[in-house]
């Protein structure tokens, strides 16, 4: 049986999860606060847990796999999930030694992600060096972009620092392509969590999408700002310093601090004018910026919501599906409030859909298929064993 071990690091954590080649999950798990008062869960269980880094913590989850009748030895590969590709790192890949560098280039653009993706990757590499490790990268699905969809307005020596527009969610978005019951010639994709974002797709490619140089760009988020003017960043700067001016664009922003709370159902039930605010903020610029992914595409044929936000908040989707009536979308009141797969109303010029994320299944789909493409033979197993 093939199992696919994979790996979500972040800055403090590592979410796992194990697959078979029937993509149905073994196990899950997570190291969190590491370096700090760690805990580790798997299957549900918490206990606590000494995790100063993250080589700890990847030892931890490995152990905690054993545990479970899950043994390094058994698994077949571990796929990871990597914030930033840069502009050269566009598809699913096996990790070498140049990609490792590769990965490491791009540690600039994403400061606070790649780092983590990567001490994972280095980790596994020497606790488990006959395991063969790959990576899908957030930023590739947006990588066929125009030139005029991801060129800032700015001097080519500007440029050259790698400032363009990059997107992201990147996995999230081909993950739904794939799940879609049929793939629409144009379709808007909301991807609504804390971190949210939306994306033009013309025939299953990315041709614009609202983040950009970093995951800040675009809607309002749970803590993070969202679109906001060069010179009033440049203000804050002075005011506040780089670093703090930083923190408070992407940790104290949005939401949290438009209503009080970065979570949409705590304020769904705060009931307080702020939080009312914050909420009709977010679908304000969810359906201003469906506009402008709308207008790339040309028009539209079908949207899809995903995330957290996305799969369970029916009155976010019914207010920007609302504000999004002119294209001649007409919704189904009952099947968004039960959360149905299918939104819109019998005669509907636009097909609505709800589609649960699945990335972590989708990365060990990737990376399955890059075994096969390598000829089926990864360390001594073939992809049929």
């Known amino acids: 049986m093939q199992r696919v ?3 979500n690091a972040g800055s403090s954590s590592v979410k796992f999860a194990l ?10 798990g ?6 700090g008062k760690s805990q580790l869960s798997v299957g549900g269980v918490k206990s606590p847990a000494d995790l100063p880094d993250h080589r700890a913590a990847i030892a931890a989850c490995l152990e905690a796999l ?8 058994s698994l077949t590969a571990a796929a990871h999930r990597v914030v930033h590709g840069g502009a050269g790192l566009t598809e699913p890949c096996r990790v070498t030694p140049e990609i490792d560098a590769a990965i490491a280039a791009c540690i600039p653009l994403a400061p606070l992600h790649n780092p983590a993706n990567l001490a994972a990757i280095r980790a596994l590499g020497t606790l488990a060096p006959d395991l063969p490790q790959y990576a899908s990268f957030d930023t590739g699905f947006h990588a066929g972009q125009p030139e005029v969809a991801i060129r800032y307005a700015i001097p080519a020596e500007a440029e050259a620092l790698g400032i363009r527009r990059y997107g992201f969610h990147g996995i999230s978005y081909d993950s739904l392509v794939h799940r879609l019951p ?11 969590g804390n971190g949210a974002s939306l994306c033009a797709i013309v025939n299953g490619r990315s041709v614009a999408t609202t983040m950009g140089y970093s995951p800040l760009e675009g809607l309002t988020m749970g803590t993070r700002s969202g679109g906001i003017d060069g010179n009033a960043v440049l203000r804050l700067a002075e005011v506040y310093g780089i670093e703090a001016a930083g923190k408070l664009l992407n940790s104290q922003s949005g939401l949290k601090a438009l209503g009080g709370a970065s979570d949409m159902r705590a304020l769904s039930q705060a009931g307080t004018p702020e939080a009312d605010f914050a909420r009709a903020h977010f679908i304000y610029w969810a359906v201003r910026h469906s506009g402008s992914m709308i207008a790339a595409m040309g028009g539209i044929d079908a949207l899809a919501f995903t995330g957290g936000i996305g ?13 999004l009536s002119f294209t001649g979308l007409r919704v189904n009141i009952g099947a968004n409030r039960e959360n149905r797969e299918k939104l819109e109303e019998t005669g509907s010029s636009v097909a609505a ?9 989708h990365i060990a789909r990737q990376a399955l298929a890059l075994m096969r493409i390598e000829g089926g033979k990864t360390d001594g197993r073939t992809a049929k064993d």
């Open 5 to 7: 071990l994979v790996v």
């Open 19 to 28: 697959f078979d080649e029937a993509f149905v999950e073994m196990v899950s």
């Open 30 to 35: 997570s190291a969190t606060e590491i370096g």
């Open 66 to 73: 054993a545990e479970a009748g899950h043994p390094v030895g």
């Open 182 to 192: 049929k793939v629409p010639h144009r379709l808007l994709a909301l991807h609504l």
């Open 311 to 323: 799969e369970n908040d029916a009155e976010v989707r019914a207010g920007i599906m609302a504000g």
């Open 353 to 361: 859909w709800i589609i649960p994320a699945t990335e972590e299944i």
